[in-house]
Each structure stands twice: as structure tokens, then as C-alpha cells.
């Protein structure tokens, strides 16, 4: 196992500097952008939505990085949009973009070759230009229909050569793009959660009580003529720790829980000839089937239960839910 490197107090406090320099550059880089969000940004906004295709993002290098996560980005948030790499659209990818996509090309300098090269093709499809470049005198801004500075005074890097900072302004102002278009849309949470099915966010947001409860023989259920005895025998036998009780209707009357066995066991009740309904509690908690995995968990979480029964709207009992469940489903 390789031991943990000890930096000489000078040598821990030099690198300290050198990160916090670099933080306080991009956040400057950052910052500068705030009086960027003006004619050209709302413009940018106006042909993304009214795209009636796709937004075609591209970018060489690290620009082409950032493009990608822009795209991604963009599409996640209700506007459709996909990467294209400028070497590989010179050479067939250029059948990817359409006249009714909107091109988002992305250069520091704004003078890249590879997205020149494919600027007139894109010119004769008719696809709107925005640009975001660090150069408003460049090929790129001049051709392009609207150019969004993204301008830095300095890298981060003390070179002034590694793309740090320019990066760091590019992918805030395509973070402001996507968010910008999503608030236009009305995009919403469930909107998110169908693009994120797989996320957390989609699993809260998509997934219902009904997806994941126990349902038929699975339900722990005795009538309330039934002994104690009887009742945790269902309980041990369908191991969700409590048992649902209901009348000769089968409507739901009550509840019979673990707590509850230890609290009749401290009360010295005799477990065989015991009725359940003596023991039971009474007006229980209940939920939908068609409510979300996330409100199920939210009521019991506020009524501090471990437990949660599903019932209809004549109040049978249709399922059953506890805390397990919802850990296994990723709600928790």
C-alpha cells in the first residue's frame, strides 16, 4: 500500500496558492460573462426555439469537449440537440444537419480550419449560425448570424496557453443557453425525470406506489375476527412486518404491527385466544396506488411508520408497502 505523500509546509502552502489562483481566475472569467447576457445571447435563444430540427453543436479539441456537454446538456432539458466533430463533418457528417437545424460552433479563437472548411455547406443548407467564440474579430464571429463572446482576459493557466478559463466561460454560457431555453419552454420536473429514467431524479419522478407495492396473495391480511396467533403466523409468512385487518366486508379496519407485538407481549395479552381487532390500531395510515414512490415515502416519513397500506377507493385493501421496498426501487 502506497504511503500517503507528505509535502513540505513551503511546498503545501505554494500549491494552496497555485489552485486558489486558478479558482479565482475562472470565477472572473465567469463573472465577466454576466454583462455578455445581452442582445446577441436572447437572439441566440430565439433561433433555438424556434429550431424546428435539431441544434447541431460542434467544436475541435477541448472546444469540442465542452461541445459535447453542451449537447448533452441541451438535450436533457427539452431541446433536442446532438455533437457532430468538424473533421468528421467534412468527411460524411455533414449529412447529419439539415436546413431546419441550428448550428452552435464553438472556438477560442474563432478560426479554427476544420469549422471553416464546413461553414459555406452549411451556409448553402440554410441551417441559422450562432457562434461562441473568444474572438469577436474572427472568421467565425463575422460569418455567423449571432456571436456570443465568450471572451477571457487571461487562462488560468500561468502560460497563458492551456484552455482553462475560456473553457470554463464557454460551458457556463451553454449552461445559460439550455437553462435559459428550459425556463421558455416550460420544461418541467417530469419532463426531466422521462429523459433521466435511469437518475435518481427519474426513479423519484416516474415511479409509483403501484410500480413497487406487494399486491395480491403478497398482502398480509386477516379478518378481524381472527386471533393474534393467526395474524402473526400472516405476519411471519409474508415477512413485511405487520399484517393489514379488515371487516367481514373486507374493508380495512386497522393495523397490526412488530411495535404492536411488543407492546401486547408487555401487556401480557394471551396470544391464542386473543381477537386481533382488541389489539389492532385503529384508523391507520393509507395511500393510493397511483400515488408516487416519493410521496409514499414522504408520508411515512411525517407519520414516522415503516409501514404503508394500499387501499381503493372502498377502502380494500390492494397493497402494501414498507420502507424496504422503496430503498430497493432507489426512491430512498
Known sequence: MNKR??????????????????????????????????????????????CEGRIVVTG?????????????????????????????????????ITGK????????????AELLTILPLIKRLGAPLIAMTGNPGSNLAREADVHVDVSVEQ?????????????TATLAMGDALAIALLEARGFTEADFALSHPGGSLGRRLLLHIGDIMHAGAQIPIVQESDTLRSALMEMTNKGLGMTSV????????????????????????????????EVMTKGCTTASANLLAAEGLKIMEENKINSLLIVDDQHQVIGALNMHDLLRAGVV
Do not use: W
Open 246 to 277: 379488515v371487516d367481514s366486508e373486507g374493508r380495512l379496519t386497522g393495523i397490526y404491527t412488530d411495535g404492536d407485538l411488543r407492546r401486547t407481549l408487555d401487556h401480557g395479552v394471551d396470544v391464542h385466544n386473543c381477537r386481533i381487532a
Open 5 to 50: 505523500p507528505h509535502p513540505a509546509p513551503e511546498e503545501a502552502e505554494k500549491l494552496q496558492a497555485l489552485g486558489l489562483a486558478v479558482i479565482r481566475n475562472e470565477a472572473a472569467a465567469v463573472k465577466a460573462l454576466e454583462e455578455r447576457i445581452s442582445g446577441d445571447f436572447v437572439q441566440a435563444c430565439c433561433f433555438m426555439l424556434a
Open 155 to 167: 487562462e488560468a493557466c500561468p502560460l497563458n496557453l492551456a484552455p482553462t478559463s475560456s473553457t
Open 101 to 112: 437545424d441550428v448550428v452552435l460552433a464553438l472556438s477560442n479563437s474563432g478560426e479554427t
Open 60 to 96: 475541435m479539441g477541448k472546444s469540442g469537449h465542452i461541445g459535447n456537454k453542451i449537447a448533452a446538456t441541451l438535450a436533457s432539458t427539452g431541446s433536442p440537440a446532438f455533437f457532430v466533430h468538424p473533421g468528421e463533418a467534412s468527411h460524411g457528417d455533414l449529412g447529419m
